[in-house]
């Protein structure tokens, strides 16, 4: 049964991959393309191999955290990971589908707390899921302020 939860975490998390992977494609090619790049912005082949790995990293922290014994922490921290993906989808229909960039800002940073609540408790739930988190934590922190320099120049 245990691994029937790691695939309901696969499809989860590549699931929201998938519908905001969606989004940003279609608009890589047309808007995204006449905006000013800012000097930090990696190429846009690294963003694909990053997020697949994040997600995947992602869904094994909330598949080891859903195996502990039943505590708050656990409750709390499962509950705040939907939360923290909801808001990892919306950035995408913010920024790509809505081209907000100054909201997509201010959601980014919301999105950043969230990762960090997310991470803090699964550290008392599963040690081993915060750590699984962390990666996901430093590539929101860059993606925050590649988001600010995008505001700034267009």
Do not use: D, K
């Not at 922290?61 to 505590?71: D, H, I, N, Q």
């Not at 409750?75 to 995408?92: E, K, P």
């Amino acid at each position: 049964m245990r691994w029937v939860w790691l695939a309901v975490w696969f499809a989860v998390c590549f699931g929201v991959a998938g519908a905001s992977g969606r989004w940003t494609a279609a608009e890589i090619p047309g808007w995204y393309r006449t905006l000013a790049r800012p000097a930090i912005a990696p190429p846009n082949w690294v963003f694909a191999p990053v997020w697949t790995l994040l997600y995947a990293l992602m869904a094994v922290a909330a598949w080891r955290v859903s195996l502990a014994g039943p505590s708050p922490a656990r409750t709390w921290g499962l509950a705040l990971f939907l939360v923290q993906l909801a808001l990892n989808f919306a950035w995408s229909w913010i920024f790509f589908r809505q081209h907000a960039l100054g909201a997509a800002l201010v959601e980014v940073i919301v999105l950043w707390a969230a990762i960090g609540a997310t991470t803090s408790v699964f550290a008392q739930a599963a040690p081993i899921a915060a750590w699984l988190m962390a990666p996901y934590l430093v590539w929101v922190s860059f993606a925050s302020v590649l988001n600010g320099a995008y505001w700034r120049l267009n």
